[in-house]
């Protein structure tokens, strides 16, 4: 007997079902989520590459001054002694306000005093001065205190140049109260005027009692008398004539400086002076070259015997000074000024960029400043810093750089240590 037939089941293929708003909504949470993280990690990477690295500590091994080689002048042993240089100062001993008779010191003071009221150019005569029996007069004034003087009559007449020559060369003491009183119509008003310009120029320490230094009671200090004598310096046609060794004049014949120093050991004036008060003095100027610089330098020497005895041993102390001027390295490319260590183990020296020198004077500190910036990393050659030196002729200031790579340490490093990066 036949089975009978079993129902025909129909499988029907499952109808494509579409995916419910929420399964969409997680698949995108997943995938967004996703790229998310990527690019998070992406920058969190650039960033990490990217930022700059730590600064890193250095070393200063600059001193803080600079010294040349300690110098000991050779000082007159006997009197005050004083000298300053252009720019650098006291040398050895300062000048001071003791106050000692200056003798005829006195007459720089007089010739500037003659040129305020009549300034005259390099090698300009002047107006002519014609000598009356006043003048002749004061010759026997000065014959009695046994000084100095120059011959005139009545009726003799010369420039105001040549007078000035006879004033300081000669150191004519009759001269110097005929200038004077020419000037300034008398005696009274000269001084008068004088002790007006002195306290203008802050020479405190000054008096002048007479024209000429004769009077004891005329007295100044080393530190005024070194500003005189730059007064003098600064007036060309006074320091023209304060450096000349002899001159033949018209009336006066052959004058010779009494300073029988002028072109010796750089010498260049000023004036001597002698009484039994003050000694013998000399108030000088010497000019040298250190270096390719020129320095002058002015000083004054009081209280010696005589001018034999004075000169050499002046002489002697300006050679001495000139020795204590040397040129001083200041910045070498060779020596390091300070090191540097990064955090990832690299050195640098830092190191002047330039040599510099100057000039200084025996074993007086010249300052250093130096100052560094952030130092992460760079090349030889970088700038990092500058290194200040306070000179007597002005700051001189020089780049510092590193003297070898600070590289970059990588990015295994940079993974490694991000607390230093961002702490």
């Known amino acids: 007997m036949t089975a009978p037939d079993e129902p025909l089941v129909m499988q029907r293929s499952p109808r494509s079902r579409r995916p419910s708003a929420a399964v969409y909504r997680r698949r ?17 990477s650039i960033t990490v590459l990217a930022v700059p690295l730590p600064s890193s500590a250095a070393t200063i091994s600059q001193e803080p001054v600079v010294r040349g080689k300690l110098v000991a002048p050779v000082v007159p042993p006997f009197g005050m002694s004083a000298v300053v240089a252009d720019d650098f100062g006291a040398l050895g001993q300062a000048p001071t306000n003791e106050v000692v008779p200056i003798a005829s010191m006195t007459k720089v003071i007089t010739a500037l005093m003659v040129l305020k009221a009549h300034p005259l150019a390099v090698n300009e005569p002047g107006p002519t001065i014609t000598f009356g029996q006043a003048d002749v007069d004061q010759i026997a004034e000065v014959l009695a205190q046994n000084g100095r003087y120059s011959e005139v009559s009545v ?10 020559y006879a ?16 000037a300034y119509g008398s005696m009274d008003t000269f001084l008068a005027e004088t002790k007006a310009w002195l306290a203008e120029q802050g020479l405190n320490d000054t008096v002048v009692a007479d024209a000429s230094g004769l009077n004891p009671a005329t007295r100044s200090s080393s530190a005024d008398l070194i500003a005189i004598g730059k007064l003098a310096l600064a007036d060309p046609a006074l320091a023209a004539i304060v450096k000349t060794r002899s001159i033949e004049l018209p009336l006066f014949g052959e004058l010779v400086n009494g300073n029988t120093l002028i072109g010796t050991a750089g010498i260049t004036g000023i004036k001597t002076g002698t009484t039994d008060e003050a000694g013998s003095c000399l108030l000088y100027s ?34 001495s000074l000139e020795s204590g001027f040397h040129e001083t390295v200041l910045a070498d490319p060779s020596q390091a000024v300070a090191s540097v260590t990064t955090l990832w183990n690299t050195t640098s020296n830092i190191v002047p960029k330039k040599a510099v020198t100057a000039v200084t004077w025996s074993d007086t500190p010249v300052g250093v400043e130096v100052r560094l910036g952030d130092i992460r990393s760079g090349g030889a050659g970088t700038k990092v810093g500058t290194i200040t030196f306070d000179t007597p002729r002005g700051e001189q200031v020089v ?9 970059d340490p990588g990015p295994f490093w940079r993974f490694s240590h991000v607390a230093q990066l961002f702490g």
């Open 28 to 44: 995108r949470l997943v995938v967004f989520s996703g790229l998310l993280a990527i690019l998070a990690l992406l920058g969190w």
């Open 155 to 164: 009726g003799d007449s010369t420039s105001q140049r040549d007078a000035l």
């Open 167 to 182: 004033l300081l060369l000669n150191s004519s003491n009759n001269i110097a109260g005929s200038l004077a009183i020419w």
């Open 286 to 319: 010497a000019t040298f070259s250190v270096a390719r610089e020129s320095i002058t330098l002015i000083g004054v020497t009081t209280g010696a015997a005589l001018q034999v005895e004075l000169q050499p041993a002046v002489a002697a102390y300006v050679t």
């Open 399 to 407: 780049d510092l750089v590193l003297e070898t790579d600070l590289t």
